[in-house]
């Protein structure tokens, strides 16, 4: 399952999945608000490892096979892939149907657990290294100036063109 | 709880039982309360404080802590009357006390004039049953007014050009700007645009007791930990308890108005936490509901005086109903704007407030603004079996290395132009009960029809093309628009008990008072007659300062008693 996550959030250079925890949230996450997806993981990690010897029948566990093997089965695993235009999320990332395949629930669960409020009791995040990660800085709490553009703003000024003065401006 | 509410017995006769705690039932319990009346508020969802509120993206958007639960209550939804409904949610609305503005974005624009006499000024639309409303913007300023200085919104006055009439400024200045805001600005003003502060139901500075917005950036959908938004919550319901004329009673999930044999209302019969039943009775009953449980109580409500739903003489009970049409296109930008901390929306424009029907093709209008309202998940994650869901550009990797640092690089970088337009009333479009699916408590689920008129789909198309022209105006490094489809889904819930004079063709009138049953009152998203453009609880919030007003009226007159 770690070698899994990692795929989703690879640890190249910067923390990924395994320095965010993401096993241990995905551990909690089965015995609380994901109880409904244990099926899909119990039917679906055999499935992994039985995709690993179609496409490689010498290799032996998913976790000991080399990351290039360990991507090849993820891409054959993703019925989605990244080729279409994108939806807005209606109201957050609100999940659809409990019983997805397999990778789509590991998808959803380790950026949840990589990106989940390191501050939360979720157990994922861990030193709130997704969140260093994407650029979000620590805290719940910010003051302004937010970035280097409103730092350099001068301050609200009303439009020089109102309507009416337009209007006129197209009189002339 | 608090202390100082006054517990009333279900037999006690109350002056006024107010089903829903919301946007419209808080100002109403304050108002009617602080007056001296008698109030029990009726609240399905639970009592949550502030320090009950939090950032897990999980409990609050994954596990509905917030909000109506599908599983608890699920929907079912059909594009049109002949269709078979499938289950499907439907709808997200605040189950919870203080309601749906416990979470909203908190923009809080005024509706314009043009707003309630617009079918006077265009005429018939094909397709549509517009119509004016009973009562004017110069009816409701007052009101508007008294939102603003009552539950605290912040703004500048006279900055848009385009701004109804106020009688008095706002109470603190706008919000800080945003990066976001400033490049929306700049490049609005490169297009001859008219771009201004926001108006925002947040606290800027703090007041009543109230902290400041501490810029948290955890804003749509979730609760506000210091009380800086201005939900019913934060600036309605602890005026409302310090009355001590007020109830407010939690867990209570109303599902009948009791009516006796005048064919007057008598009282509310709800389910408790533990699924007892208890009618408390009163002398007068406001449903403050929203747009889709107000129009299904009446419908539940049903009896052999009244076959086809309470008060719904009319057959306009449930219909009419109007999302507001939208479109959202996002920008990438090469400096960082950092637009996850803070507010939503710092920079707004009403350019395109009122269209030219002649010259765009279609009736509408509605405004633009520059948002950022993604939380670190939300901004990651797409929904299961759909694609690229997510806060990435189109075609961007889905997992993976170049997936990590797409998200490293497009967070702190990115934001959205936010299309808000007019929907236009459909009498097919509405809420009503579904034959065959019930709720965990054995009730009809609500049932969605809904197909956009015409017209509502080609606004959102131009306000999409003139949000890209702004993200092309900014530089944009990368900018999309996501599609635009047919709704079937909704959280801005209008119309579907809408006001007006002629009982054939409204359910309410200009009191709120249903034309049929004397002594119920209909008060919140389903009184709206047209949608405005697309930002919805300042004007619910204001008819229900009004609605009070009207209804102490009556009551004083003697008007409300058997």
């Known amino acids: ?14 923390p990924g999945a395994r320095e965010a925890g993401v096993v241990y949230f995905i551990d909690r996450a089965l015995v609380t608000f994901a109880v409904d997806d244990q099926k899909s993981y119990r039917q679906g990690l055999p499935e992994v490892q039985k995709r690993l010897h179609e496409l490689y029948p010498e290799a032996s566990l998913f976790s000991a096979a080399s990351p290039e093997q360990q991507e090849a089965v993820l891409e054959s695993l993703d019925e989605v892939g990244a080729h279409t235009a ?15 395949p397999l990778f ?15 501050d939360s009791d979720r157990k994922g995040n861990r030193g709130g290294v997704g969140w260093t990660v994407i650029g979000r800085e620590p805290g719940h709490s910010f003051q302004p100036p937010f970035s280097q553009i409103d730092k350099d703003y001068p301050g609200w000024q009303p439009s020089s063109a109102t309507p009416s003065a337009k209007k006129d401006a197209d009189k002339k | 709880m608090k202390t100082d509410q006054p517990k009333y017995k279900t037999t006690d006769v109350v002056d006024f039982v107010i089903v829903g705690s919301g946007a419209a039932g808080g100002v109403l319990a304050k108002e009617l309360s602080t007056n001296g009346f008698s109030v029990v508020v009726l609240e399905q969802g639970p009592y949550l404080h502030e320090s009950d509120f939090s950032h897990d993206e999980i409990k609050i958007l994954h596990e509905d802590f917030l909000t109506n639960h599908p599983k608890l209550q699920p929907n079912t939804f059909r594009k049109t009357p002949q269709d078979k409904a499938k289950p499907k949610r439907a709808l997200v609305y605040g189950r919870a006390v203080g309601g749906t503005s416990n979470h909203f974005t908190a923009n809080f624009w005024r509706f314009h004039e043009i707003d309630f006499k617009e079918r006077s000024k265009i005429g018939a639309v094909a397709g549509s049953t517009l119509v004016d409303w009973p009562i004017s913007y110069a009816d409701l300023e007052p009101y508007y007014t008294k939102v603003e200085w009552e539950v605290g919104v912040s703004g500048l006055a006279g900055a848009s050009p385009f701004d109804p009439p106020r009688s008095k400024p706002y109470p603190m200045p706008p919000l800080p700007v945003k990066a976001n805001g400033i490049i929306f600005e700049r490049a609005a003003r490169k297009l001859g645009w008219n771009p201004f502060p926001a108006p925002m139901a947040i606290l800027s500075q ?56 005048k064919g007057r209302a008598t009282g509310a019969v709800y389910f408790d936490e533990k699924k007892n039943v208890h009618l408390q009775k009163a002398k007068a009953v406001i449903l403050s509901a929203n747009g889709a449980e107000t129009p299904r109580l009446l419908f539940l409500s049903a009896s052999s005086k009244f076959p086809d739903g309470l008060a719904n ?18 920008g990438v930008f090469e400096e960082q704007t950092n637009d996850y901390k803070g507010f939503a929306v710092s920079r707004i424009l009403h350019d395109f407030y009122e269209l030219d029907a002649q010259k765009v093709g279609f009736y509408g209008g509605g405004g633009l603004d520059a948002r950022y309202d993604m939380t670190p998940i939300g901004f990651a994650f797409g929904r299961p079996g759909e694609r690229n869901t997510s806060g990435l550009p189109p075609n961007s990797p889905r997992w993976g290395k170049d997936f990590k640092a797409a998200l490293a690089h497009n967070f702190t970088r990115t934001f959205e132009i936010f299309g808000h337009g007019t929907s236009l009333p459909i009498t097919n479009n509405g809420f009503d009960v579904d034959p065959d699916v019930k709720d965990a408590w054995g009730l009809p689920a609500l049932r969605l029809t809904y197909k956009d008129h015409p017209d509502d789909l080609k606004l959102a198309h131009w306000l999409a093309a003139r949000s890209m022209e702004l993200l092309d105006a900014a530089g944009a490094k990368q900018k999309w628009t996501y599609p635009i489809d047919e709704q079937q889904f909704g959280v801005h819930l209008l119309g579907t008990c809408r006001m007006g004079d002629d009982p054939k063709t409204s359910v309410i009138n200009a009191d709120h008072q249903t034309h049929d049953v004397k002594n119920l009152f209909l008060c919140d998203g389903s009184s709206l007659v047209t949608s405005g453009r697309g930002q919805p609880t300042m004007t619910i919030m204001a008819l229900a300062f009004r609605a009070a007003d009207r209804i102490m009226a009556l009551a004083k007159r003697g008007d409300l008693s058997a």
């Open chain 1, 1 to 14: 399952m770690e070698a899994f996550a990692s795929c989703i959030i690879p640890s190249d250079g910067t």
């Open chain 1, 86 to 100: 994108p939806r807005r999320p209606r109201g957050g990332f609100r999940p659809g149907s409990p019983a997805q």
């Open chain 1, 104 to 118: 789509e629930t590991l998808r959803l669960h380790t950026i949840a657990g990589f990106l989940i409020d390191p």
């Open chain 2, 206 to 261: 703090p007041r009543a007791g109230r902290s400041a917005c501490v810029n948290c950036g955890f804003c749509l959908a979730f609760g506000c930990e210091v009380g800086a938004k201005s939900s019913s919550l934060a600036s309605m319901i602890p005026l409302a308890e310090k009355s001590g004329k007020c109830e407010i009673r939690p867990n209570s999930y109303v599902h009948k108005i009791e009516i006796d044999e």
């Open chain 2, 313 to 330: 003489s009319s057959g306009y009970v449930g219909k009419n109903l109007m999302f507001n049409s939208s479109a959202v296109s996002v």
